[in-house]
């Protein structure tokens, strides 16, 4: 890639821990994220391929990196990636770098055979000419389910080595949290998230062999992140074994597999989920990414 001849051109580095360590550097310089959190996690996503410029001392000045997500989307399995960790450092930009990765990036998509490229963000007009749609997400609100079926629990620790262990396998086997749009497969972003939520709780209903990921609101209600388990329990099996009576619920994700429905409320977030692919790989209305899933 030629255009930059202070510049070196970078693509699948991830085996190199001093790139690696400099991308880690940009993200931490721009966005305040230390993605380091991983390396204690068990490591960063394996299909995970950057793309950057660098300079004469090493460097990372602008990236974005692709990795595979297969998704469930109106009940379909598809062979889906996505992007992350997409930055340029301030002297740098206006240079037409961010373009050139971009265009790298996908172009290794394209070539890989996804069916459909997602990402995050809180410019989508700059992604528009990308081929980049924006989807509309909502979550999910209502009363409380009544239910009597309460089994044994156990809150995970992400301190402890033996319950991320767990966690992982969990994740590794999971089911699809919905059916309309939900990740089949995201290990490594569940991890990195629940290490970022100060608020979250992570408890294991044992029965079910299943990890619920919730928080209790400012307001008093039950929100609920995600499920991640080989079976989706009902959510009235989740409060009855939680032992919790919230008067509201809310849920972050499509409740198709809880036995519960709620009022589909629009999320007004400032981060945008966006998908490039075919017309028929859009979502059937209403869904959300759950928040674990985020990248």
Known sequence: MTGHPELV??????????ASQALAALLDDTFGIDV??????????????????????????????????????????????????????????????FRSVMEA?????????????????DKPTLYERYGFRTLAQHRFAGPAPAGDRAGATRQLDMANDADVTLLRRLLNGRRPVSDRFAPLRQVEMFLFNAALMPDLRLD???????????????DGSFELFDVAGAQIPALADILASLRLTPSKIRVHFAPDHL???????????????????????LPQKPFALPPMAEF
């Open 9 to 18: 051109f970078r693509a699948n580095y991830f085996g190199d821990p001093v």
């Open 259 to 281: 036995n519960w429905n709620g009022e589909a409320i629009a999320d007004e977030g400032d981060m945008v989920l966006m998908l490039r692919g075919a017309e028929d790989l």
């Open 204 to 218: 294991i209903l044992e029965e079910d062999g299943a990890v619920i990921a919730w928080q209790q609101g400012e």
């Open 36 to 97: 380091t959190i991983l390396d204690r996690l068990g490591g960063p996503d394996p299909t995970g391929v950057p793309f950057a410029w660098f300079d004469a001392s090493g460097t990372c000045i602008a990236n974005i990196s692709a990795f595979s997500m297969p998704l469930v989307i109106n009940g379909n399995f598809t062979r889906a990636a996505a992007l992350q960790s997409g930055a340029v450092r301030p002297d740098f930009r206006g240079r037409g770098l």
């Open 105 to 121: 990036a996908l172009d290794y998509c394209d070539s890989e055979g996804f069916e459909a490229v997602a990402l995050l963000t």
